[in-house]
């Protein structure tokens, strides 16, 4: 299996333009999580879906971001509009119900100017 | 799930040394996950302990879980300049308890 793969895997956009990542989780997985990671707040969950079902959203800062999962093998993090504050590096990551490691992708590099 | 806190916050060895970092919890756990990431990488799991066990081996690394402490080390024998990476330790507690909350990790710097 290639993995959890993100694209893109750089973002550079200006303030108030509408940014999308997207994520393919491993085959066979059914959890999924949204990530993102600063120098100032470390690793925060955004979200996570199970079964293509979001469980739990406390993460997701604030209305501008918003998560989808269509179908088992894609996911997409919407923020609309950006603000340069919501630069930072994007992870999505999966996981299998019996056992609870989870996958990383390489991550997104958003940078809002 | 509760966050770990792991100690030193950063770590500095010369390659050929051994390397320990530790990580604490609060409440009772159902298993505890050690992860590596390297710089501008994702997360990559490392090794998974389950509460009834007390050490755990893979390759150069070795867990050890003290139930009784709430506590866990990772050590890293004959260092490498490739080990350098941040370190986080991940406890997983309850029922379907499949989300996950990182702390801030060990920054370890292995100099050649």
Sequence with gaps: ?113 | SQQGEEDPQALSIQEGENATMNCSYKTSINNLQWYRQNSGRGLVHLILIRSNEREKHSGRLRVTLDTSKKSSSLLITASRAADTASYFCVFSSGAGSYQLTFGKGTKLSVIP
């Design chain 1, 1 to 113: 299996d290639a993995g959890v793969i993100q694209s893109p895997r750089h973002e550079v956009t200006e303030m108030g333009q509408e940014v999308t990542l997207r994520c393919k989780p491993i085959s066979g997985h059914d959890y999924l999580f949204w990530y993102r990671q600063t120098m100032m707040r470390g690793l925060e969950l955004l979200i996570y879906f199970n079964n293509n079902v979001p469980i739990d959203d406390s993460g997701m800062p604030e209305d501008r971001f918003s998560a989808k999962m269509p179908n088992a093998s894609f996911s997409t993090l919407k923020i609309q509009p950006s603000e340069p504050r919501d630069s930072a590096v994007y992870f999505c990551a999966s996981s299998l119900r019996r056992v609870n490691t989870q996958y990383f992708g390489p991550g997104t590099r958003l940078t809002v100017l």
